[in-house]
């Protein structure tokens, strides 16, 4: 299988200015050296808890905020060099789904209105007769019906709001959607009526996703292949399977041990980090996990750890598996 | 017989303006007994915090307790005075919120906020009050507490914070904590320190715990009696073991298939259709009719009272009529 999308080294740095004239003191590292793929067809999942630049990373894909450096290929084009003019022309077919669909939605825009303005921005049909055509085409394809597309966002509720947003992103046929937090808003019972429609919606038009949420059973759910971040790095990246079943990260096997399970007999012992997730801004030495990690040892303070490739599909970026250290703490 | 601490019944809570009444909660019943963690879940719009803050008399504005009784001690909190009230609060029943960020002022230090209640509640010196909220602090694992006492909410982190609040929810012993979404704002890895840090502190100073939450997986960690409440009423009400393994009501089964787990791999996920109704326009029969599966006509015409199909678990469905009369009989 292809690979829709490439990023390569990705970063993107804040910087935090202080004092009369301004100057930088310090960066934040919202995204720092990240590499992943995403093949056509499948939905990449990026998990991780506040703060620790998956959001961003989504955003800088699509170059909603500018990347400091590293490289984003899709479809032959490295997207973070392309200019200004070819930059909307690519974004085509790459679309955003924001958590809140009513702080991205116009309220005073009609939902008619708010699904022709891409196809507009991108004079997408020739005549305005054709356009609002695929208009309710596409109104239909999300779940709302004829008599509710003169309406305004805020007469509707948060699923339909959501159906609202997927409809507009849906509009250009974009071959890639990045969904930030798309269902996190919402309701457990309306959760997964939006969970649903974007599954069907990826297999009647071919759609790539990249789901970016914290919540881990409906990341488990919808990703073929998961990345976890943790403060702006990826630390492990796999298919489900190898993540969900095979977790090979210290972080990633606390991360899924914190998950309640709705069933009250699978009470279970689980791994309790200890402390907060550090400051972005002043990030532990070394691996960023070290200062909560159980299984940290002396190298862990020093060296950042790389992806290493575990097999299958599997990377993970940790000390415990690069062959330097097995051999090392071997000896030992 | 377990021993009741607080009982609520019949508590009918409306939101009244010139044009209409908003029945929020709706003839809710339920107890709780010491020592014992009861959940309170439900959807958006189900009741389920006004139904805390009624308890609490902290309803906004507009909201009044038009009926019903809420037990406490075997006392009527309904008929209490502002000033019982006031002493009632903070210190026999305390609350912790989901966003302690909007709970705690941003002015005042982490000590005067802590010391406060604990002066005022407890009768203690400044002095004896300080050392009392340092001693909370550890309590509750925060790290240097000597210096935190100085610091400033803003200056905390997330899981900190309600760290904070639950030392300052417990400094006075309370004998029921209510918690609202204690964990909704946080992240996975910090949800798991808050709550085995609530089931220590539940076992040592044997507190009931009025637990509010749409998290079925929260549900399953830490209750051990479960109230499903739906469109202002209770839906369905069981131990925590029964309802997971054999839920009655298709609102409850609904719910638990809807949510994706970890545990099993599902191809499709179920899904409830239609909307949670808004509480000026529920609908004439059972609340839960227009998105059920297995409503019948009279589903459509008349509203289900609570039928026991076994001891300690009631349903509020006509599929369950039959059930009550054959486990009478």
Redesign the interface.
């Known amino acids: 299988m292809s690979h829709l999308l490439e990023v390569k080294n990705l970063c993107k740095y804040f910087p935090i200015k202080s004092g009369f004239l301004k100057r930088t003191v310090r960066t934040v590292k919202a995204v720092d050296d990240v590499t992943f793929y995403v093949k056509k067809g499948e939905t990449f999942g990026l998990v991780g808890?506040?703060g620790c630049g998956k959001s961003t990373t989504g955003r800088a894909i699509l170059r909603l905020i500018e990347p400091t450096s590293g490289e984003v290929w899709f479809d032959g084009n490295n997207i973070a060099e392309l200019p200004k003019s070819q930059l909307r022309k690519a974004r085509r077919h790459m679309q955003m789904v924001f958590q809140d669909p009513y702080a991205s939605l116009n309220p005073q825009m009609s939902v008619a209105e708010l699904i022709e303005e891409p196809l507009k921005v991108h004079q997408m049909y020739a005549s305005a007769k054709e356009r609002k055509e695929k208009v309710l085409e596409i109104a239909e394809t999300v779940g709302l019906n004829r008599s509710q597309i003169d309406r305004y966002p805020h007469e509707f509720?948060g699923?339909?709001r959501q159906r609202i947003g997927i409809a507009r992103a849906l509009s250009l046929q974009p071959k890639l959607i990045i969904a930030d937090e798309p269902v996190s808003a919402l309701?457990?019972?309306?959760?997964?009526?939006v969970?649903?429609l974007m599954?069907d919606l990826q297999e009647e038009f071919g759609l790539t996703y990249i789901f970016i949420a914290?919540d881990?059973?409906?990341v488990?759910?919808?990703s073929d292949r998961v990345g976890v971040m943790y403060l702006g790095r990826m630390v492990e990246m796999g298919t489900k399977h190898e993540i969900?079943d095979e977790g090979a990260h210290p972080y990633t096997q606390?991360?899924?041990?914190?998950?309640?399970?709705?069933?009250?007999?699978?009470?279970r012992e689980?791994i309790?980090?200890k402390g907060?997730?550090p400051n972005p801004a002043n990030p532990p030495t070394g691996c960023a996990f070290h200062p909560r990690c159980p299984k940290a040892f002396e190298r862990c303070k020093q060296e950042r750890p790389q992806l290493t490739h575990l097999g299958g599909e599997h990377y993970v970026a940790c000390h415990l598996y690069d062959n330097e250290s097995i051999g090392h703490r071997g000896k030992g | 017989m377990a021993d009741t601490l607080l009982e609520v019944k019949g508590l009918k809570t409306q939101f009244i303006s010139d044009k209409s009444r908003i029945p929020a909660v709706d003839g809710v019943d339920f107890n709780i007994h010491r020592g014992e963690t009861l959940a309170l879940v439900g959807?958006?719009g189900c009741g389920k915090s006004i139904t805390s803050l009624s308890i609490m008399r902290l309803i906004p504005e507009n909201g009044k307790i038009v009926e019903g009784k809420i037990v406490f001690e075997g006392e009527d909190l309904t008929k209490k005075s502002e000033e019982e009230m006031y002493h009632i609060r903070g210190n026999d029943i305390a609350m912790i919120f989901q966003e302690p960020m909007t709970s705690l002022n941003p002015v005042l230090s982490i000590g005067e906020q802590l010391t406060e209640g604990i002066i005022l509640h407890q009768k203690l010196t400044k002095q004896q009050a300080r050392s009392r909220a340092i001693e909370m602090l550890k309590l509750v694992g925060i790290p240097r507490a000597e210096e935190i006492m100085d610091e400033y909410p803003h200056q905390l982190?997330g899981?900190?914070r309600q760290r904070i609040m639950i030392a300052m929810a417990m400094s006075s012993n309370p004998k029921l904590l209510i918690a609202d979404e204690p964990t909704t704002a946080l992240?996975?890895?910090?949800?798991?320190?808050i709550?085995?840090l609530m089931k220590e502190l539940k076992e040592k100073f044997d507190t009931s715990i009025l637990l509010i939450t749409?998290?079925?997986?929260?549900?399953?960690?830490m209750?051990d009696r479960v109230v499903v409440m739906y469109a202002g009423q209770v839906v369905e009400e069981a131990d925590?073991?029964t309802l997971?393994e054999k839920p009655a009501h298709p609102y409850t089964e609904?719910?638990?298939k809807?949510?994706?787990?970890?545990?099993k791999e599902?191809k499709?996920?179920?899904?409830?259709?239609g909307?949670?109704p808004s509480p000026d326009e529920f609908p004439k029969g059972c609340r839960f009719a227009p998105r059920c599966d297995q409503a019948m006509e009279e589903c459509l015409h008349a509203q289900p009272d609570l039928y026991e199909i076994d001891a300690g678990h009631v349903v509020r469905c006509f599929l369950h009529k039959t059930k009550e009369r054959e486990a009478k009989a």
């Open positions: 808890e506040s509720s699923g339909q309701d457990v019972s309306i959760q997964s009526q969970i649903n599954e914290h881990l059973s409906v488990k759910h919808i969900y606390a991360l899924l041990s914190a998950v309640p399970i709705p069933n009250p007999k699978l009470r689980r309790v980090l907060d997730v | 959807e958006s982190s899981g900190m992240d996975v890895t910090i949800q798991a320190q709550l085995e749409h998290d079925l997986g929260v549900v399953a960690e209750a925590v073991h997971f609904g719910l638990m809807s949510v994706p787990t970890l545990e599902q499709r996920l179920y899904s409830i259709r909307i949670v």
